[in-house]
């Protein structure tokens, strides 16, 4: 595979990360189980005060952006964070905001040179 493909690939994964956690239910998902770091769908529904169906979706989304995976327990589905992934999407912020935050300018530097553009 050449560069060009892989930077499209790795720039589609990022994308489809990043939407995934846009959702307001999706990051909240995502909040419970890393404080829990393993859940059961029922617990994430009663969570989020959805209908199952509705959660299974959400989960669907965060699962195939490659954020969580799950294992099924008899009846039931058990999720917890993909770590590598996660660690996958962190690597990718700070290659694609490389002088972002960082201690050598103030936030005001940032502030002033974004707003010119």
């Known amino acids: 595979m050449n560069t060009k493909k892989q930077l499209q690939s790795a720039d589609l994964r990022l994308a489809k990360m990043l939407k ?11 909040q419970f189980l890393a404080e829990r ?14 209908a199952q169906s509705t959660v299974s ?7 195939e952006a490659g954020l969580i995976h ?25 290659r694609w905001l490389p002088e972002c935050c960082s201690n050598s300018q103030p936030l005001d530097f940032y502030l002033e040179r974004y707003a010119k553009k």
Do not use: D, S
Not at 24 to 30: A, G, K, S
Not at 37 to 50: D, K, M, P
């Open 20 to 30: 995934a956690l846009g959702n307001p239910v999706r990051f909240q998902i995502m």
């Open 37 to 50: 770091q393993t859940c059961i769908t029922n617990e994430i529904v009663q969570n989020t005060l959805l």
């Open 57 to 63: 979706q959400h989960l669907k989304v965060l699962r």
């Open 70 to 94: 799950g294992e099924i327990e008899g009846p039931a589905t058990c999720y917890c964070i993909n770590a590598e992934g996660v660690q996958w999407l962190k690597e990718q912020i700070a």
